[in-house]
């Protein structure tokens, strides 16, 4: 079924589903100037960049979009961290990226995230990991609506 949040591409007899996510590089990997690194990585793990930009969440926002973790313990951490310095935000597409961009973000715990992702190489901890990824097509639509509301991609 074709949306505008899936499209169908027929490549030599092969179809090929492409699906959008949203990733957003976190405060930490800001800070410590790994923007064009998570770029990089997520490049070359054929990732296409569809809609882009930097930004500074207000309490508003960061509630609105961690919203789902209002009643655990760390929620107030999580809204001061994310609220303290600025965030890229993307819409990205590619066949499966939900569940490739998931895998390539690593574990939620850097320490113990597998080698080669992007939470082992420049997250540090659970809660300074570098990169969310959403986990659902249903967690995408919602949180690009709060990021990007009517600028998301079509």
């Known amino acids: 079924m074709a949306s505008r949040f899936k499209e169908r591409d027929i ?4 179809h090929l589903t492409k699906e959008r996510t949203l990733c957003l590089i976190k405060p930490d990997a800001v800070a410590e100037g790994n923007i064009g690194k998570i770029i990089t990585m997520l490049e070359n793990n054929n990732f296409h960049i569809l809609k882009m930009k930097m930004l500074i ?3 508003e926002l960061a509630q609105k979009f961690y919203y789902v973790h209002k009643e655990k313990h760390f ?3 999580l809204i001061c961290f994310m609220t303290n310095n600025y965030i890229v935000a993307m819409i990205l597409e590619r066949e499966d990226a939900i569940k490739k961009l998931r895998s390539l973000a690593g574990d939620t715990d850097s320490k113990i995230a597998s080698p080669e992702t992007i939470r082992n190489k420049y997250g540090t901890d659970n809660s300074h990991n570098a ?5 659902s097509l249903e967690s995408y639509l919602y ?4 990021i990007f ?6």
């Open 11 to 14: 490549c030599e007899g092969v």
């Open 57 to 59: 969440m207000n309490q």
């Open 75 to 77: 929620y107030e951490e």
């Open 131 to 135: 990169v969310h990824a959403s986990d």
């Open 143 to 146: 949180e690009s609506e709060v």
């Open 149 to 154: 509301g009517n600028e998301k991609s079509e």
